[in-house]
């Protein structure tokens, strides 16, 4: 501690009114999700139709400027300090769009997505490493894998979901499109940082995911902080679950995808958009209400910056969970191009609190080198009572 004021003091003697943060005590991640390679923008910097690699490719180009912003005094971890380093980058899914035609596939996707967010990221982390990159798969990655009611070109391509299953699982012998299986080759990881356990499902913690996540858990101690990052949001979608109907298939009519464990049981036909849940969220909840130490739940899918309270369909649960932006989908940032954002997630392990703020990345279109803006920000204890 007298070295750590010391070391503040010379910084503030040398006209550095801002100290960085240090390592071991924080980590600093940054968020995003529904890179959506393969479609284009309406508008975006003066362009129209604008593709997602242009897209893409600028939003890592802020990205790669997080190290070095002053987090403003917003009375969050880090208030008003220097950013010296990104120890993780988090994307979770839609990174291919689905195939439907005419969009590419999603081996060229995967390529356009690797250019950027593999190649393009000039991040380090707080020893100097490169930043980790961590990935879940959406659900357009899924049908791109499995298949999808309407037709696409090729009518499957599983390139993104294998890519994303040998850079996360790691397997001895790395999966091929020919052999991936998505019934059993889910993309469930894990791992302890600094007593905080962080945790990366497959779409939504259906039953099946829910087999995984109880073992998982088995294993750290029930005073552990837990945080889920997945693509669904905790109600997730009518669409994204299994057709009820024999033989359970995809049509057009019934627009179920067949991407999870469960048969719908609120009707035989998904809404076009959202649609009742319910029922489907009850396992989901007595899971949460069996595991209290998951405190945090980071999704996408359905886009915007968004920091609330999940609570259930009988208001009895209460999950901090955190909504974040699309470059190319967002709800808002679809139609307003300055309200586009990724999550600078500032996690301090110590003190067992997080704080998540929105970083606007293109609040000046025509002039993009005035940088991130801060906008809303949320700070939650992870303590587990």
């Given at each position: 501690m007298q070295r750590r004021l010391k070391s503040i003091l010379f910084s503030l003697l040398m006209g550095l009114s801002c100290p960085v943060i240090s390592f071991g005590q924080v980590i600093q991640?940054?968020?995003?999700?529904?890179?959506?390679?393969?479609?284009?923008?309406?508008?975006?910097?003066?362009?129209?139709?604008?593709?997602?690699?242009?897209?893409?490719?600028?939003?890592?180009?802020?990205?790669?400027?997080?190290?070095?912003?002053t987090l403003p005094r917003d009375g969050g971890i880090g208030s008003g300090k220097k950013v010296s380093a990104i120890d993780y980058l988090v994307q979770t899914g839609d990174i291919a769009n689905r195939m439907e035609i005419p969009y590419q596939s999603a081996a060229e996707s995967w390529a356009q997505f690797q250019k950027d967010y593999i190649d393009g990221v000039t991040l380090k982390d707080h020893q100097n490493r490169p930043a980790k990159l961590l990935l879940a798969p959406g659900n357009?990655?899924?049908?791109?894998?499995?298949?999808?009611?309407?037709?696409?070109?090729?009518?499957?391509?599983?390139?993104?979901?294998?890519?994303?299953y040998n850079l996360m699982m790691k397997p001895a012998k790395p999966k091929t499109n020919q052999n991936y299986n998505y019934a059993t080759d889910k993309i469930n990881y894990s791992f302890n940082l600094h007593g905080i356990h962080i945790m990366f499902i497959t779409l939504w913690p259906d039953s099946v995911e829910r087999i995984w996540m109880k073992a998982d858990l088995q294993k750290v101690p029930k005073t552990t902080p837990v945080i889920v990052f997945c693509h669904d949001q905790p109600t997730c979608e009518s669409k994204h679950f299994t057709n009820p109907v024999p033989p359970y298939n995809m049509t057009p009519e019934n627009r179920f995808e067949n991407l999870t464990a469960e048969h719908y049981k609120?009707?035989?036909?998904?809404?076009?958009?959202?649609?009742?849940?319910?029922i489907e969220q009850q396992g989901w909840v007595k899971f949460l209400k069996a595991h209290p130490n998951i405190k945090a739940y980071f999704h996408g899918n359905s886009n915007w910056n968004?920091?609330?309270?999940?609570?259930?369909?009988?208001?009895?649960?209460?999950l901090n969970t955190f909504r974040v932006d699309s470059p190319m989908k967002g709800d808002y940032s679809s139609k307003d191009e300055t309200k586009l954002s990724f999550q600078l997630i500032t996690l301090d392990t110590r003190a067992q609190r997080l704080t998540v703020r929105e970083c606007l990345w293109n609040t000046h279109p025509a002039n993009p080198e005035q940088g991130i803006e801060f906008g809303q920000v949320k700070t939650i204890s992870l303590k587990v009572n």
């Open positions: 991640m940054v968020y995003t999700s529904d890179a959506h390679y393969g479609i284009t923008r309406k508008d975006f910097r003066g362009g129209t139709n604008v593709d997602a690699a242009v897209v893409n490719a600028a939003m890592i180009k802020a990205i790669n400027s997080a190290p070095g912003l357009h990655d899924i049908s791109n894998a499995i298949g999808y009611s309407k037709p696409m070109n090729p009518k499957t391509d599983p390139t993104a979901m294998v890519s994303i609120e009707g035989t036909v998904a809404a076009k958009n959202d649609g009742a849940t319910d968004e920091f609330y309270v999940y609570k259930g369909p009988a208001n009895d649960v209460a």
